[in-house]
């Protein structure tokens, strides 16, 4: 089993910068896509951005590229997302995702997760 904790969200105001964080715990072996999704309330989970664990490459939502960074650390199981010049369109419960799969035609997609952390919050005022 694999378990998913979420940190380091919070409010900032436009153009600022956060970085949140996620824990990996249990099978991390089993590990080779993760990602971070996003979601406000009436809207449905988004992907923006995935990571394949054994390189380390990274794919992006439009949106976001060119603002955030994705990366991991596998020595110590974490997950991180770099979020800069920050719009209040990037506000939302932001997800760490897991899964023992690789697709990189879908691995944005929420649907292709078997293992999602509680989220962090991240408000951004204009």
């Known amino acids: 089993q694999v378990q998913l904790v979420e940190s380091g969200g919070g409010s900032v105001q436009a153009g600022g910068s956060l970085r949140v964080s996620c824990v990996v715990s249990?099978?991390?072996?089993?590990?080779?896509?993760m990602a971070w999704f996003r979601q406000v309330p009436g809207k449905e989970r988004e992907g923006v951005a995935c990571?394949?664990?054994?390189?380390?490459?990274?794919i992006y939502r439009d949106s976001v590229k060119g603002r955030f960074t994705a990366s991991r650390d596998n020595v110590k199981n974490m997950l991180f997302l770099e979020m800069n010049s920050l719009k209040p369109d990037d506000s939302g419960m932001y997800y760490c995702?897991?899964?023992?799969?690789?697709?990189?035609?879908?691995?944005?997609?929420?649907?292709?997760?078997?293992?999602w952390g509680p989220g962090t919050q991240v408000t951004v005022s204009s």
């Open positions: 995702a897991a899964d023992e799969t690789w697709y990189e035609d879908r691995c944005l997609k929420a649907r292709q997760y078997n293992h």
């Open positions: 249990g099978d991390t072996n089993s590990i080779y896509m």
């Open positions: 990571v394949y664990m054994e390189d380390g490459s990274a």
